[in-house]
């Protein structure tokens, strides 16, 4: 079982008004995740607070603040129960026969079809389809492709904090060669589309460490995202490429939707307040199953 | 229309030998023989019995009318202004009823159609599981807003059709609007102008009256509203005067007697819809949405929308509020939608559908596209998102065609195809000088209804290309508006006049919001200052004409005592031209820059300019007799800013002053202080007072020290209206110490200036609901200004350097006493809303 503990805080240069909010910070309830406990606490104490399904299948939260502050911090906890990586290279077959125009889905699991068009951050770009092109040669089975893909963007791109923002598009991440998780994810999705096949982002978090606790994951101390793609009868399957890993036990999936545009953690806009700051921590930690028996 | 085709025309012969319709087109008026259709026959001989010099004037009266009741297009980026007068031609369309009852039937079905193919979209999705209609339509189109799925979405309640009847006398529909459309209210004005013009001839004629429809669509409204248990308060929600139709928003509101609101009225709170007023926070429970959908929430849609309210899509999906039409039925208008809609009648209603499509073809099917590659000449192609409006590919040259079609093979599943439909012609006067030209029309239809049930307007909204033989047809392009009258059976007219249908629910009456309070304010401050300022240019130029007659000197010490007065109406002006003349005194193209020049503040068109935006912004509040004020008073700017002559001007400032009279005499009269009244007399008062005391100030520090001022008083009590009611108290004495007395202090005189604070504290006492807790904030500054003036004594202000020192100091600090006043109240009673700043 895995633990996270995320806070945000925006610290305002003047008083704000009023402050409206959306929230995507509780982990979804999906096949390889089960949802054991999950907390959201806002302060100032907000007013209309409450949760609904954002159109995905996602928790979203919506708050609303209508008093004097300078300062907003959203604290979230959960606890959820992972299951491990599934075997990937299992998958043998051929991967066009995956890019299906008759995608069914199971019932349960989030509908493909959306997801192999562009979306608001993830045009189609010629370029990063071919490059996408390299690793799903004819014929190649769908989980050896990917597992090549993932290894290709991880070898490929310079993971470089900074370097992009929440908004930068994905031509642009193309161009540089670096960016954060959210660009690699979005660089992922923008091939895998490109050649026909459904792929999500996945907003989350992964373990500060691997379960060995030798090699730290980059991305560990915040926010993470990473991608899912769409295998009839298996459902989402979700890779890391910033880490180089198939998502297994050492994440946890907060939302699935197209693009970061569609989830991020928290978005929202205050009246007054002058510029602001943000500080956001996370931390993730592997827990014992009976540690919360009790 | 077998009706029309079997009987034969009454006279047989030709009438109206002056009218010829188009080859090739279906003329509503004239059959293919040239005969006047059945339902067309009075109304051609009407036509007929009209010399054209008398359509001329029929139509000279319509435009004048348009004008006098402010009835307004915008039109974008077009510099002659942005309110131009729409342009309606008053010859309505005519429709048999055997030709409407069709059309009815068939529209009705269409919009529970929409209403139901909006829900599953939203919803199950039905439609794009079961194939009948393609992902990719709805997935890639822009307003197909995702966090509105699964969540509570109404019905529509108004829906249009856009219509043509093609060459066989079939009716085509061209496309739909579903998320706010527009139109309804004009068509309302229409039938007011046209009946008005076209005169007592009228009564000859059945035509199916409007009145029922809106009661129909305010009963549908007022079921939106989540809590039945009271009166639902009802509002209009508008983007505000940049609108291009935001008359419209505006006679609607006042119609239908709701509220007429923007973006930053309303605010939500624990995802209830609340409206900010004067003195509180009062819940809406309808909004009529005339922001497109992705504007209406900063938050959850466009971070960078100024239109919107934070929240408001939560309080859509919560069911708090009742959205007329939901946030998210942008997508309805998608024009890729016509083909599939026989497929989505069946599966959604069960029922054939009854109003045939115009040909579409959806470029993101390979066959359609092929087929709108191969005919692309022939073709008309639309966006599916109705950006960069229609292309006639036939009007392309031979490299832009290539362009387009390269355009369509790289994102086919943004376009779309449509056959050209050959519409029918009616005639209309819009060519001017009274002569009959046959115009391409098309019909926008409208209905209000429930999901389940839709009444339709009998009639539309006719609009006819702008000139003749073009396809066209629309606002921004120029078209002409036309009534459209449904000519009834006789028997049937009976139903139709019951206006108010029986069940009809009560709804809240209309609040004051706390925007429109501001802009009465500051209209009528703006307004007062003209006024002012009219009175004092007239007392100068009384002055500059006895000295450019006479040469007078005394004239011209009266000339330089006014001279600090007017310059401080626009004391930025730095202009040389108002420098270079000796400092002393200023001759006419001084004056004329402080009248007329629109881009000094402060001058008298600049003023009047800043009133007029700000009654404009509030238009739904107005009685017809103070617009009608303020129409005036907009054509004399106008005729003064392209007539600057100094005769004219003479002239145009007594019609200006008039006119601003007339607009108070009638503001005065017919707005009730509760709905707005009181804020647009505490603005001209506090102005009012506020200028005297500055005019007086500046008076007095200007007094010569030796010379009797006389002529100057004089010209002072001119300005200040009070020359009569002076003489008629002192005579002929005239000194400092009577002209104080009579203009500063004199309770009797109702122009005194303590007779306008006291007029000021009489409406104070309305924004103070409990009187037995005390005076107000406004109220103690008040007094801190009434009470040093009702102590005074004119004594103390017996010379030029008495009033220099004295007078003129204490009316400067009493100003600025007024203007925190004037500043506390706006800060107490006016929402200012700070701006927001996205959260990164």
């Known amino acids: 079982m895995l633990r996270v503990h995320h806070r945000t805080r925006y610290r305002y240069q003047h008083s704000a008004s009023q402050g409206y909010n959306l929230a995507w910070l509780t982990p979804r309830a999906m096949p390889g995740q089960q949802c054991i406990e999950t907390s959201l606490r806002v302060e100032p104490l907000p007013r209309g607070l409450g949760s609904r399904s954002d159109g995905y299948g996602n928790t979203l939260h919506y708050f609303e603040i209508h008093k004097a502050h300078n300062r907003l911090n959203v604290s979230s906890e959960a606890t959820v129960r992972r299951w491990p990586a599934p075997d990937l290279s299992a998958i043998t077959t051929p991967w066009e026969q995956l890019r299906s125009a008759d995608w069914v889905a199971a019932p349960g699991d989030l509908p493909p079809r959306e997801f192999s068009y562009p979306s608001p951050l993830i045009d189609s770009h010629p370029e990063i389809t071919a490059y996408a092109a390299q690793s799903f040669t004819p014929g190649r089975g769908l989980g050896d492709a990917l597992l090549a893909y993932n290894r290709g963007l991880h070898a490929d791109f310079h993971y470089q904090p900074g370097a992009t923002s929440v908004e930068t598009p994905v031509a642009e991440v193309w161009e540089s060669r670096s960016g954060v998780c959210q660009d690699f994810a979005h660089l992922a999705i923008a091939g895998l589309r490109g050649l026909g096949l459904a792929a999500a982002y996945v907003s989350g978090y992964v373990l500060t460490r691997d379960p060995s606790d030798k090699i730290p994951n980059q991305g560990g101390d915040a926010s993470h995202a990473w991608y899912a793609v769409y295998v009839p009868a298996l459902g989402w399957l979700q890779l890391d490429p910033t880490n180089n890993l198939v998502v297994g036990d050492a994440h946890i999936v907060l939302a699935i939707a197209r693009d970061y545009s569609d989830v991020p953690p928290v978005k929202g806009l205050c009246y007054g307040g002058g510029t602001h700051k943000l500080e956001v921590s996370v931390s993730v930690e592997v827990i014992a199953e009976d540690a919360h028996e009790h | ?840």
Not at chain 2, 157 to 168: K, Q, V
Not at chain 2, 642 to 648: A, E, F, G, H
């Open chain 2, 1 to 840: 229309m077998p009706l029309e085709l079997t009987r034969p025309a009454a006279t047989g012969t030709q009438l109206l030998p002056g009218y010829l319709p188009m080859a090739g087109a279906y003329d509503e008026m004239v059959d293919a023989n040239g005969r006047v259709r059945p339902h067309w026959e009075a109304f051609a001989s009407f036509l007929d019995e009209r010399a054209p010099g008398a359509l001329a004037a029929v139509q000279r009266e319509a435009l004048r009318r348009l004008k006098e009741q402010g009835v307004h297009y915008h039109v974008y980026d077009d510099p002659e202004g942005m309110r131009r007068p729409w342009q309606l031609d008053p010859l309505p369309l005519l429709l048999a009823e055997t030709d409407w009852q069709p059309l009815e039937a068939g529209l009705a079905q269409r919009a529970r159609l929409f209403s139901l193919l909006l829900q599953d979209l939203y919803g199950p999705q039905r439609m794009l599981r079961e194939k009948l209609l393609p992902y990719e339509l709805i997935y890639r189109h822009p307003e197909f807003l995702r966090l509105a799925r699964n969540t509570a979405m109404s019905p529509l309640t108004l829906f249009a059709s856009d219509m043509a009847r093609g060459p066989d006398g079939q009716w085509w529909v061209l496309s739909d609007r579903a998320q706010g459309p527009s139109g309804a209210g004009y068509v309302l004005e229409a039938r007011m102008i046209t009946k008005r013009v076209l005169g007592a001839s009228l009564s000859d004629y059945a035509i199916a009256p409007l009145a029922q429809f809106f009661s129909h669509f305010k009963r549908h409204l007022a079921t939106l509203a989540p809590d039945a248990s009271r009166e639902p308060t009802i509002a209009l929600l508008s983007s505000g005067i940049g609108n291009e139709v935001y008359f419209e928003h505006a006679y609607m509101a006042a119609q239908l007697g709701i509220t007429l609101v923007q973006g930053d009225d309303l605010t939500v709170r624990q995802g209830k819809v609340y409206l900010k007023t004067v003195d509180d926070l009062r819940q809406v429970d309808v909004l009529i949405r005339r922001v497109d959908s992705s504007y209406c929430d900063p938050l959850a849609l466009r971070a960078e929308s100024m239109l919107g309210v934070p929240g408001l899509l939560q309080a859509q999906a919560l069911g708090k509020v009742g959205m007329a039409n939901p946030i998210g039925s942008g997508i309805l208008e998608c024009p890729a939608l016509l083909p599939f809609l026989p497929g989505l009648a069946k599966a959604l209603l069960g029922e054939e559908l009854l109003l045939p499509n115009v040909a579409t073809w959806w470029c993101g099917q390979p066959k359609e596209l092929a087929h709108v590659l191969e005919r692309l000449p022939a073709l008309v192609i639309k966006r599916t998102d109705r950006a960069g409006g229609v292309v006639f590919a036939d009007q392309l040259s031979k490299a832009a065609l290539e362009r387009l079609r390269a355009t369509i093979r790289a994102e086919p599943w943004n376009y779309l195809g449509q056959e050209r439909v050959s519409f029918s012609t009616a005639p209309t006067l819009a060519g001017g000088g009274g002569a009959l030209e046959p115009r391409n029309l098309i019909l926008r239809t409208f209905l209000a209804g429930n999901g389940e049930h839709y009444d339709v307007m009998p009639g539309g909204l006719t609009r006819v290309a702008p000139s003749t033989g073009t396809l066209l047809v629309s606002s921004q392009g120029g078209s002409w508006s036309k009534d459209t009258w449904v000519l009834r059976e006789r028997g049937s007219m009976r139903d139709a006049l019951r206006l108010h249908p029986a069940g009809q629910r009560r709804t809240a009456p209309a609040v004051l919001t706390s925007r429109a309070a501001e802009n009465l304010f500051w209209s009528a401050r703006y307004l007062e200052r003209c006024e002012a300022l009219l009175r004092l240019v007239r007392s100068y130029m009384g002055s500059l004409e006895l000295y450019n007659d006479y040469g007078y000197q005394e004239d011209t010490q009266v000339l330089s005592q006014l001279l600090p007065l007017l310059r401080a109406y626009a004391p930025a002006d730095t202009d040389t031209d108002a420098a270079t003349h000796a400092d002393t005194v200023w001759d006419y193209p001084q004056l004329n820059r402080l009248l007329l020049a629109r881009e000094l503040p402060g001058s008298l068109v600049s003023n009047l300019h800043r009133a007029l935006d700000g009654a404009y912004t509030v238009r739904d509040l107005w009685p017809v007799d103070s617009w009608r004020a303020l129409e005036e008073i907009e054509a004399l700017v106008e005729y003064a800013e392209k007539n600057r002559s100094v005769v004219l001007l003479e002239q145009v400032l007594q019609r200006m002053l008039n006119a601003v009279l007339a607009f108070w005499g009638a503001a005065q009269e017919s707005l009730a202080l509760t709905q707005g009244g009181l804020w647009l007399h505490l603005g001209r008062r506090i102005e009012r007072v506020h200028g005297m005391l500055s005019n007086t100030a500046a008076f007095c520090e200007q007094l010569p020290g030796g010379d009797d001022p006389a002529r100057a008083l004089e010209a002072l009590l001119d300005a200040n209206s009070c020359v009569v009611s002076h003489r008629r108290r002192y005579g002929s004495e005239l000194s400092l110490a009577t002209v104080w007395l009579h203009l500063l202090l004199e309770p009797t005189n109702p122009r005194s200036l303590l007779s306008q604070l006291e007029g000021f504290g009489n409406l104070l006492r309305y924004l103070n609901p409990t009187p037995l807790q005390g005076l107000s904030e406004a109220q103690r500054r008040l007094l801190g200004i009434t009470t040093p003036l009702q102590l005074a004594s004119v004594k103390d202000w017996n010379t030029a350097e008495e009033c220099r020192e004295r007078l003129a100091p204490l009316l400067r600090q009493l100003a600025e006493q007024l203007a925190q006043l004037g500043s506390n109240l706006e800060h107490r009673y006016f929402q200012h809303t700070q701006p927001f700043t996205q959260l990164g």
